[in-house]
């Protein structure tokens, strides 16, 4: 079957750094995308993996390990505007996004 | 803002009816896909429309059906509501139909089955 697993849930401090992992396990692998979503809105595109190592945009950095099945999301100088939800998708085999529960990220003061 | 807009915002039927869901793509986009999210879950995919041909379908029922119109727009059609259609769906467009391709999404549909 194919699966992607995120925590559900993480707690950070403004000004702090945070990790997301991202676990997956599909049929076919073409690309790992990280997505944000406030709550009642639309997920907004962060970034996109295909080959192996890191990728970084500013505050955001995303790294994948194509032979572990592994990604991951850092976040650095958190701000209280990052309290988001993070959706970790997986384009498998027929092109289609698979995509994680999400991670919720509680920033605190 | 991605240019990717939705109607209505949100709609309230009554198990057994039947719904429309529209989208209107970012200019100069001819992919469009659509999710449904439950509340708390990621969104799963239901159909991509690639230059108004269908181009890959999730796991749901035939009572999902689509469209997409010359101008690249798109409807979402789903026939005898359950009452577990209620969630948000999403559109997502993009410029192109490959695996690299980024999706732009719409701020959704809120679909409540009563």
């Known amino acids: 079957g194919q699966n992607i697993d995120q925590p559900t849930e993480m707690t950070a401090t403004e000004g702090a750094i945070v990790q997301i992992n991202c676990t997956y396990q599909?049929?076919?692998?073409?690309?790992l995308f990280w997505y944000q979503q406030h709550a009642g809105e639309a997920p907004t595109f962060l970034s996109y993996?295909?080959l192996d190592g890191l990728e970084e945009k500013g505050r955001f950095s995303s790294f994948l390990s194509r032979s572990k099945g592994y990604s991951y999301l850092l976040l650095k100088e958190l701000q209280m505007k990052d309290s988001a939800s993070y959706l970790c998708?997986?384009?498998?085999?027929?092109?289609?996004?698979?995509w994680g529960a999400g991670t919720k990220l509680i920033i605190k003061p | 803002e991605t240019g990717v807009t939705q109607s209505p915002t949100h709609l309230i039927k009554t198990r057994g009816q039947q719904v429309t869901l529209r989208c209107s793509s970012q200019?100069?986009?001819?992919?469009v896909s659509w999710y449904q999210q439950a509340l708390g879950q990621g969104p799963q995919f239901i159909f991509q429309?690639?230059?108004?041909?269908?181009?890959g379908r999730g796991n749901f029922p035939p009572r999902f059906s689509g469209l997409q119109f010359p101008n690249y727009s798109s409807e979402l059609n789903v026939n005898a509501l359950e009452l577990d259609d209620s969630a948000l769906y999403l559109c997502?467009?993009?410029?192109?139909?490959?695996?690299?391709?980024?999706?732009?999404f719409g701020p959704g549909t809120r679909l409540l089955v009563l």
């Open positions: 997502a467009s993009s410029l192109e139909a490959g695996p690299q391709e980024t999706q732009y």
């Open positions: 200019s100069g986009h001819n992919t």
């Open positions: 429309y690639y230059r108004e041909e269908e181009n």
């Open positions: 599909t049929s076919g692998f073409n690309g």
């Open positions: 993996n295909v």
């Open positions: 998708a997986v384009t498998g085999s027929n092109y289609q996004l698979i």
